[in-house]
């Protein structure tokens, strides 16, 4: 379970959730916990960028990643052990000094009333260990010129992927690709749709 050994890793994290409101750390808890027991996709790492931001919290967003990735490795340990809240909260206490007294406090609270939801869900998710796309969009733009070449006049279409990994971390992936290739990109897309009907 992180927490349990001393690292800089692991200090550093706890020292960005120090910084957080109880208030907020319990929301952000909350999404993730959320997530674990199956009823979102993801754990949106650029919505909970925003409540900081609104909260007047500043930290980069790889910060930000690295505690969502903390509190998701957390839950799930604690949930493959079966643990209890008041044991969670004393394992994260021994493991590194820096815990804020209140942080464990939530923790202990929000794991206790939803940890044996979590550890149902992950027996039931056991089999399964794939990403998931949970949002697409995309837009034509037309490139008319750039610093090696005057005039281009070619169309082009950019796309914006949200994924979830494996974790339940939710990124984004931007790429474009000429209107031949998205046009091949859609019936591959279509194709997989079809056969996935099918099963």
């Known amino acids: 379970m992180p927490g349990l050994e001393p690292s800089s890793g692991v200090d550093r994290t706890v020292g960005n959730i120090a910084i957080l409101p109880p208030e907020l750390f319990a929301q952000t808890c909350q999404r993730i916990l ?17 409540r900081f931001q609104n909260a007047g919290i500043r930290l980069d967003q790889d910060a930000l990643e690295e505690v969502i990735r903390f509190l998701l490795l957390t839950f799930r340990s604690a949930g493959k052990s079966n643990l209890s809240g008041a044991a969670l909260a004393s394992r994260l206490g021994e493991g590194c000094s820096r ?30 260990g794939i990403g998931q796309l949970v949002d ?24 914006l992927l949200k994924l979830a990994n494996t974790s339940g971390l939710i990124t984004q992936r931007s790429f474009e690709m000429t209107v031949p290739q998205f046009q ?12 996935l009907e099918t099963v």
């Open 136 to 159: 697409m969009q995309w837009k034509l733009g037309m490139a008319v010129s750039s610093d090696t070449c005057r005039s281009l006049n070619s169309p082009y279409v950019s796309l």
């Open 34 to 50: 959320t997530h674990l027991q199956g009823q979102t996709r993801g754990v949106d790492s650029a919505e909970i960028s925003d």
């Open 99 to 128: 815990w804020p007294p209140a942080s464990l406090q939530v923790l202990q609270q929000l794991w206790s009333e939803q940890g044996a939801l979590v550890h149902t869900q992950q027996e039931a998710q056991a089999m399964l």
């Open 184 to 195: 091949n990109f859609y019936r591959q897309f279509k194709e997989m749709a079809a056969v």
